[in-house]
T-cell receptor, first 120, second 113 residues
Framework: AQTVTQSQPEMSVQEAETVTLSCTYDTSENNYYLFWYKQPPSRQMILVIRQEAYKQQNATENRFSVNFQKAAKSFSLKISDSQLGDTAMYFCAFTTFHYYGSSNTGKLIFGQGTTLQVKP | DTGVSQDPRHKITKRGQNVTFRCDPISEHNRLYWYRQTLGQGPEFLTYFQNEAQLEKSRLLSDRFSAERPKGSFSTLEIQRTEQGDSAMYLC???????????FGSGTRLTVV
């Protein structure tokens, strides 16, 4: 079975500091995508960053970057210069990708989430 | 296009009643997904449509749940004979060719009393 595990239910960080959220996953597939989503309280899920498994280079989006370790099946998110608006629940997610056939549904498997509180 | 719309935003219903939720995806997206999210947990996949065809259903989707996507446009999710355990946020998402461009709606929060 494919699973995603986030072992940190809650984290906090001071404004302007750096924080790293952990995620591990389990799959026997070779082609897949990994994502970090942000869900502010009572608001919709927003994509933060994504990584294709075949790319060795870690993805970066402004203050957000990932540390993708394929062999270890680890996918952590680093938030630099934390801002109050980063306060939210963060979900790690995974989907397989198949170049051929109809099995490429694109359904996401999510972790349990990490609640991040940025303190002023 | 303003994104994925879900209606209603909130629904309170008595146990045993039927409820129906609607999702309007981004118009050019052919893939549509329903997820269920309970408080403090990650979303769980319920079902997937490619155009009007329902291609995958989770084991979470009991016989009381049914989803449709007529003409490959909007989708509805119906829950019959609701139970308290059905209380959750129901999320809809759509994407184009692959999961690369997922867009989520704001969800429908269901409370069964």
């Amino acid at each position: 079975a494919q699973t995603v595990t986030q072992s940190q239910p809650e984290m906090s960080v001071q404004e302007a500091e750096t924080v790293t959220l952990s995620c591990t996953y389990d799959t026997s597939e070779n082609n897949y995508y990994l994502f970090w989503y942000k869900q502010p309280p009572s608001r919709q899920m927003i994509l933060v960053i994504r990584q294709e498994a075949y790319k060795q280079q870690n993805a970066t989006e402004n203050r957000f970057s990932v540390n993708f370790q394929k062999a270890a099946k680890s996918f952590s998110l680093k938030i630099s210069d934390s801002q109050l608006g980063d306060t939210a629940m963060y979900f790690c997610a995974f989907t397989t990708f198949h170049y051929y056939g109809s099995s490429n549904t694109g359904k996401l498997i999510f972790g349990q989430g990490t609640t991040l509180q940025v303190k002023p | 296009d303003t994104g994925v719309s879900q209606d209603p935003r909130h629904k309170i219903t008595k146990r045993g009643q039927n409820v129906t939720f609607r999702c309007d995806p981004i118009s050019e997206h052919n893939r549509l997904y329903w997820y269920r999210q309970t408080l403090g947990q990650g979303p769980e996949f319920l079902t997937y449509f490619q155009n009007e065809a329902q291609l995958e259903k989770s084991r979470l989707l009991s016989d009381r749940f049914s989803a449709e996507r007529p003409k490959g446009s909007f989708s509805t999710l119906e829950i019959q004979r609701t139970e308290q355990g059905d209380s959750a946020m129901y999320l809809c998402a759509s994407s184009g060719y692959s999961a690369y461009g997922y867009t989520f709606g704001s969800g429908t929060r269901l409370t069964v009393v």
